[in-house]
């Protein structure tokens, strides 16, 4: 089945500087892959998504890139702010339509 | 729309009692999933729903475990006994249908057993 891996674990950031998390799958049949925010004690929401169609999405400060050849794709927040600072969490959902999530990033904006 | 219901928010049981988890998807939403979320096996899948149907239980813990999906309005999650291994926050999640389609979280239920 796949397997979702996630890095780095924690990330510290100046406020107004850009993070990057990454994510490597292992089902090459993998086709769909989103990014979850979830702030403390609340429920994981949806923040941007990607298809296997296409290399890169934006929306605002947040981009995904996605590379299929390396089964790797990437969340990048650009002038980060204090409300930047939650739990992210990758996914990838391949054959028998199941999202299998990454371990989670705790994302940090210091002021 | 609410979005996805569930209910109770906060569990408090003792080890060996039985806990059922409820969830209410989205109205139109045909697909529901359940997953668990710990802090050292992050979120994990349990099981997950087509049309009321399950297609994939393989991440259930054990037999203690069920779920039950008796309309397209409602779904159960049952824990018998439990143990305090069990403790985790349970989200139920949904989505329209088809492989693409965004999932809906709701709110989780913060189950402890002592």
């Known amino acids: 089945g796949e397997n979702v891996e996630q890095h780095p674990s924690t990330l510290s950031v100046q406020e107004g500087d850009s993070a990057v998390i990454k994510c490597t799958y292992s089902?090459?049949?993998?086709?769909?892959f989103p990014w979850y925010k979830q702030e403390l004690g609340k429920r994981p929401q949806l923040i941007i998504d990607?298809?296997?169609?296409?290399g890169e999405k934006k929306d605002q400060r947040i981009a995904v890139t996605l590379n299929k050849t390396a089964k790797h794709f990437s969340l990048h927040i650009t002038e980060t702010q204090p409300e930047d600072s939650a739990v992210y969490f990758c996914?990838?959902?391949?054959?028998?339509?199941?999202?299998?999530f990454g371990a989670g990033t705790i994302l940090r904006v210091k002021s | 729309d609410a979005g996805v219901i569930q209910s109770p928010r906060h569990e408090v049981t003792e080890m060996g009692q039985e806990v059922t988890l409820r969830c209410k998807p989205i109205?139109?939403?045909?697909?529901l999933f359940w997953y668990r979320q710990t802090m050292m096996r992050g979120l994990e899948l349990l099981i997950y729903?087509?049309?009321?149907?399950?297609?994939?239980d393989s991440g259930m813990p054990e037999d203690r475990f069920s779920a039950k999906m008796p309309n397209a309005s409602f779904s159960t999650l049952k824990i018998q006994p439990s143990e305090p291994r069990d403790s985790a926050v349970y989200f139920c999640?949904?989505?329209?249908?088809?492989?693409?389609?965004?999932?809906?979280f709701g709110s989780g239920t913060q189950l402890s057993v002592l």
């Open positions: 089902d090459s049949a993998s086709n769909y």
């Open positions: 109205s139109g939403h045909n697909s």
């Open positions: 729903f087509n049309n009321n149907v399950p297609i994939d």
């Open positions: 996914a990838a959902r391949g054959n028998g339509n199941k999202l299998v």
């Open positions: 990607i298809r296997s169609n296409v």
């Open positions: 999640a949904s989505r329209v249908g088809g492989s693409n389609e965004k999932l809906f």
